[in-house]
């Protein structure tokens, strides 16, 4: 999938969300790492984790960038936006719901695979419901190749956006 699927963390500043860069490691996060919340085939890959576990390192294997933030504030456009990623469709509405008075906002990211993965310390700043953190210690991106050729990367995204515009 190219899609995320944002509200906003706990600990952002204001409690709302907002894109603080347009090119981003992909991090891998465990605060929602819950199978009951992912779609059948998804969430067999998932193991659950104890509220409050971090890893004492991280592997990051790859980097986006943000190429469209878009915003939707109906469930109908919701729903038709099930099969473009992970979510089952009831943590796709209640992500919707919460914060009523905001947008959920989509995100459409082009992303590259790092020749090999780095495996970085955790550190505790990393930690808890967030969309953004400032690693600590500088990854390169050089060498890294797109996950998506062009053209099935611009034909999603133009998938995705008709259902948004609509």
Known sequence: TIMLLRKGGIREQGNCFSVAHHKVLLYPTYEHQKPNLLKPDYAEQVKPVLSGWHPETVRIGSWASITDILSVTEQSTVAALLPYH???????????????RQALYV????????????????????????????????????????VWNDREYIEQVREIRSVIED
Request: hydrophobic share 35%; with cysteine.
């Open 107 to 146: 995100l459409l990211l082009r992303t590259y695979q790092l020749p090999e993965p780095v495996i970085t310390p955790y550190h505790q700043e990393y930690g808890g419901c967030r969309s953004w953190i400032d690693l600590v210690e500088p990854i390169s991106y050089q060498g890294v190749v797109p």
């Open 86 to 100: 992970i979510w089952n469709e009831q943590f796709a509405s209640e992500r919707l719901k919460w914060k009523p």
